[in-house]
């Protein structure tokens, strides 16, 4: 069976790529993860908080060692960051010497500055393509939503303007007209689209009045957003597209790519079934697809997107008024 795909221009052997998750900051891991059989691998997201810190921790080290040796030893390290970023460029050269399958470059940000120069060097350092966080929330309701927009829009023409390799944008749903933004994107210089990013929801804490983080795993429910979503962005644009969030078994990933993925992004189920997963996932997709006599994956990709399924107002309004009609006592 064909498993292969296309994806930023990558030649990949099948659809499941890990995710930016932890699972890529170990050296060890990532290797274990091309074992487990991952066609790509995209890191965890190096922060525009953690390269501006970095960069104000070089001016103060310039301004007060002027003369002074052991100004040499000098490093800010705040609070809650990980890695920097020159740890951050050694892990990435580290990660492509280690494997053979893509290594995708993650940089996280939400405002258009210096930060957006490292994605040169993760180009340097061997990255094969980069995957973009536009991870913001807009809570200043001076800001409207095109402003919004345009703050991305800004974002990835200055990284698509610095690179040659491809470029991929995590967005969120959160977007009033998604293919419109996707077609500015393409034009502004993306090349794909991962869907969607996770917006973690804080909790409160009514003994200490704080606001305190809450972590969960992603659940097989979640995926139903993005595959309306894939149907109808594959539908009306060329762009690459990575689903990301619920993906837990080989009928999800099957989904996803029947609404118009090119790539499945992996990484709640990895957290909870290891690296071992994928090939678990492999075999059930091709049992599958044998069983329903497809020849490879490309004949099954995109086969329920928008302009392809008979009935593209079940993906709108009309699948609304039936799920509502269909709720029994």
């Known amino acids: 069976m064909d498993l292969t795909t296309r994806y930023l221009g990558l030649e990949l052997k099948h659809p ?19 074992a487990g059989g991952a066609a790509a691998i995209v890191l965890p997201s190096l922060f525009e908080e953690e390269i501006m810190a970095a960069a104000r921790g070089e001016l103060a080290m310039e301004s007060m060692g ?90 990835v023409q200055a990284v698509a303007d610095t690179v040659s390799i491809p470029v991929s944008v995590k967005l969120s749903p959160f977007f009033a007209s998604l293919p419109n933004l996707a077609i500015q994107l393409a034009k502004a210089g993306a090349d794909g689209l991962v869907i969607f ?49 619920g993906a837990h078994s080989a009928v999800d990933v099957i989904k996803a790519v029947m609404c118009g993925a090119h790539t499945v992004q992996l990484v709640s189920a990895l957290l909870i079934h290891g690296p ?23 004949q099954m990709q995109g086969s329920m997107s928008l302009g392809k399924v008979e009935n593209p107002k079940a993906f709108a309004r009309a699948n609304y008024m039936k799920m509502l009609d269909s709720w029994e006592m």
Request: with cysteine.
């Open 197 to 245: 990013n996770r917006f973690y929801q804080p909790d409160i804490d009514i003994e200490t009045l704080e606001v305190v983080p809450n972590l969960r795993l992603s659940t097989a429910d979640e995926l139903r957003l993005r595959l309306r979503w894939l149907a109808v962005l594959s539908a009306q644009t060329e762009l690459s597209l990575a689903a990301t969030g």
């Open 276 to 298: 071992e997963h994928i090939g678990r996932l492999l075999e059930a997709m091709e049992f599958w697809l044998n069983e329903h006599d497809y020849e490879s994956l490309a």
């Open 16 to 34: 499941i790529t890990v995710g930016a998750c932890p699972l890529g900051t170990e050296i060890d891991t990532i290797k274990a993860l091309e």
């Open 66 to 155: 002027a003369g002074f040796a052991e100004a040499d030893s000098y490093r800010p390290n705040p609070e809650g960051y990980h890695i920097g970023p020159g740890q951050y460029l050694e892990h990435l050269e580290a990660a492509k010497k280690a494997v053979s399958i893509p290594i995708i470059g993650s940089l996280n940000g939400s405002t258009v500055g210096g930060w957006t120069g490292y994605a040169k060097k993760m180009e340097s350092a061997g990255a094969d393509a980069l995957e973009l966080n536009t991870y913001y929330l807009a809570f200043d309701a001076e800001e409207t939503g095109a402003e919004v927009e345009q703050r991305t829009i800004d974002i």
